[in-house]
């Protein structure tokens, strides 16, 4: 494993998975899709996971953010447990502590933009911080196109409204599921270009499930997934030591 910078350790952590395992079904047909995991996830630091198809890395992050139950261990955001949690307490805190990015954009096609980047708020019953929500939506360059409605939209400006979205409530974390998944490069490289920058400019944590190692390349660390455990941490990575540690992998699951 690649050593901890010491700066890394002082920072206070937004998540934590401690010995999370996640099995489905039993006997012969049992399958272990998280093994024992344990793993923090640092204030303003901007992680990617990665992994072979089937590593466990979506699961990982869907544990984590609350969206899917685990086998046993234990899940932390801030200082609270989720295990503890009745499901109408989860619901409240997905809403007001965490932020949601996937690979399809979600947007609601009758609401203008700012009408979508509010809508959790709106729902939640809370005013957005005018300040805040205006940092947010100058910083993804979206000032002129909130009035426009989701099919006015290209589908990178689409996934800005939902980056736009997933930060405008300042959430605890953070968590994209393939995020740049359905765009061009170009597109993808400014969505990741906002990620990048919501950490660096406005202390926001992101934690990321990627395959693709040039968009892992814009986070500060990767946590490498293989069989359902963390095998591997790279910090500052390049897209080339990335793609240089998931061909090691490869090569390990040839050989097997």
């Not at 947007?107 to 911080?129: C, H, V």
């Not at 400006?157 to 599921?177: E, H, M, N, Y």
């Not at 395959?211 to 897209?239: K, N």
Request: one cysteine or more; proline letters at 4%.
């Amino acid at each position: 494993m690649t050593t901890t910078p010491l700066a890394d350790r002082t920072t206070a952590v937004a998540a934590r998975a401690t010995d999370l395992s996640k099995i489905y079904g039993q006997g012969e047909t049992q399958v272990v899709a998280l093994d024992r995991v344990s793993v923090d996830f640092r204030q303003a630091e901007f992680t990617a996971i990665m992994g072979p198809s089937g590593s466990g890395k979506s699961t990982l992050m869907h544990c984590v953010a609350g969206l899917d139950t685990f086998s046993s261990g234990s899940v932390r955001i801030g200082d609270t447990e989720l295990g503890s949690l009745k499901d109408k307490q989860l619901t409240k805190l997905r809403r007001d502590k965490i932020g949601f990015i996937f690979q399809a954009f979600n947007l609601l096609p009758t609401l203008n933009a700012l009408e979508n980047i509010t809508l959790p708020m709106d729902i939640a019953g809370r005013k957005p911080d005018k300040e805040w929500l205006d940092n947010v939506i100058r910083m993804v360059g979206l000032a002129d196109r909130l009035r426009h409605r989701p099919s006015q939209l290209s589908g990178g400006q689409q996934q800005r409204v939902a980056v736009a979205r997933a930060l405008a409530s300042r959430p605890d974390i953070v968590f994209g599921d393939e995020p740049t998944g359905n765009l061009d490069s170009r597109s993808g490289a400014e969505v990741l270009g906002f990620l990048r920058n919501s950490v660096r400019e406005l202390g926001q944590t992101v934690v990321m499930v990627t395959h693709d190692p040039v968009a892992a390349a814009y986070a500060d660390r990767v946590v490498f997934l293989a069989d359902g455990r963390i095998v591997d941490e790279v910090y500052g990575p390049t897209a080339e030591s990335v793609l240089d540690r998931m061909k090691q992998f490869d090569a390990k699951g040839r050989t097997s």
